[in-house]
C-alpha cells in the first residue's frame, strides 16, 4: 500500500508530481554528500520541549483566529528528559542495507514502485525506502542498534534545552532555527532531486542542532513507539510508548509539503505497511 492514500496523509502530502525542479546539491556520485558511512552524532541527556507551542486564544472569533498548522495529536506541549544517546547521522542508505541483506540478517525491500530504491544503478546512496517496520527494526538490531524513540527522535531534530534561553518559546519548529522550510534545506514536494529522494545528507544547511542530516525530508523515518491521539500519558523520560494503534513515522518525505516537516508532526502507519516515502534511522 502506499503511504499517499493513508487516511492522515492529507495532511502531510499532495498528489506525486512526476517532473520536478532540480535541488543543487542533490547528485548522483556521492560528492556532495556530508554523510560518514556508519557514522552517529551525540545527542546529550537532558530535557527539551516536546509537541507543539502554537495555541490559540480562546476568546478570539473563528474567523479572526490566527491559522494553526499543528494537529492535536501534538499536544500537549510539554517538557521531556531522555538520558545520552547516539544518532545515525544520516538515514541509512540503500549501500548500508545491501551489507544487511548480504549477511542474511535483513531481507530485500520492495520494488513495487518505480520510485523504490532498492536494486536502482546510481542510488546507492539515496536512502532505502519500501520496507517495513520490521525490517527497519532487524537491520538496526544487525547495526548494533535499535530504532528511535519518538522522544528521542524529536530531542535530536530539535535540539534540547540546554540550547536555548528560554527553551518554552525559543524550541525551533524545523530542525534549523533561522525559518521555515526551503529548497536549501530540505528534500521534500517541489524541491526534489528527480521526483525521488536525494542522495543522503546532501543539504547540509538543513542539520538538527546536533548534526543529523535530512531530519525533515528525504524519507519519512520509522519510530519505535506505537501511535496515541494525544501526548496524555506519554512517558517523560525517553522510552519508547506501546500499547497504541499501528506504528510511528516521523520527519517529512520527498512527496510532502512544508507543514509535514515539522518536528512535532507525528503520523501512525501500520507496522506491515511501506512506502516509497518512507525509510528510517537507528539510535543507541
Not at 510539554?78 to 538520558?83: D, G, K, Q
Not at 531534530?157 to 525559543?170: F, I, N, P, Q, S
Not at 522550510?181 to 543522503?200: I, P, R
Request: glycine share 12%; aromatic share 10%.
Amino acid at each position: 500500500m502506499d503511504i499517499r492514500s493513508g487516511s492522515r496523509l492529507w495532511r502531510f502530502a499532495l498528489p506525486l508530481v512526476l517532473l520536478l525542479p532540480v535541488t543543487p546539491g542533490c547528485g548522483s556520485g556521492g560528492a556532495d554528500s556530508a554523510c560518514v558511512e556508519g557514522a552517529t552524532v551525540a545527542v546529550p541527556g537532558g530535557p527539551f520541549m516536546m509537541g507543539c507551542s502554537e495555541t490559540v486564544d480562546p476568546t478570539c472569533e473563528d474567523q479572526d483566529c490566527p491559522e494553526i498548522t499543528c494537529q492535536e495529536d501534538e499536544y500537549p506541549y510539554r517538557e521531556v528528559t531522555v538520558p545520552d544517546f547516539e544518532i545515525d547521522q544520516c538515514e541509512v542508505s540503500v549501500a548500508s542495507y545491501t551489507a544487511c541483506v548480504d549477511a542474511k540478517a535483513c531481507t530485500e525491500p520492495s520494488t513495487y514502485s518505480a520510485n523504490c530504491n532498492w536494486g536502482i544503478q546510481g542510488r546507492e546512496q539515496h536512502p532505502i525506502n519500501c520496507l517495513d517496520w520490521d525490517q527497519a527494526m532487524a537491520y538496526c538490531a544487525w547495526d548494533g542498534k535499535r530504532l528511535c524513540t519518538e522522544s528521542e527522535w524529536e530531542k535530536a531534530a530539535r535540539g534540547g534545552c540546554e540550547l536555548y534561553a528560554d527553551c518554552k518559546t525559543e524550541s525551533p519548529g524545523f530542525p534549523w532555527t533561522d525559518g521555515g522550510a526551503s529548497c536549501g534545506k530540505a528534500v521534500y514536494l517541489g524541491c526534489n532531486c528527480t521526483g525521488n529522494t536525494c542522495e543522503t545528507g546532501t543539504l547540509s544547511a538543513g542539520a538538527s542542532p546536533y548534526g543529523a542530516l535530512d531530519m525533515a525530508g528525504n524519507v519519512w523515518e520509522w519510530i519505535a513507539d506505537t501511535y496515541h491521539e494525544t501526548y496524555d500519558g506519554a512517558p517523560d523520560d525517553g522510552t519508547a510508548w506501546e500499547g497504541g494503534t499501528g506504528r510511528m513515522y516521523r520527519g517529512g518525505g520527498w512527496i510532502s509539503n512544508a507543514t509535514g516537516l515539522r518536528v512535532s508532526n507525528r503520523v501512525e502507519y501500520k507496522a506491515d505497511g511501506l512506502t516509497d516515502a518512507m525509510g528510517f534511522r537507528c539510535c543507541k
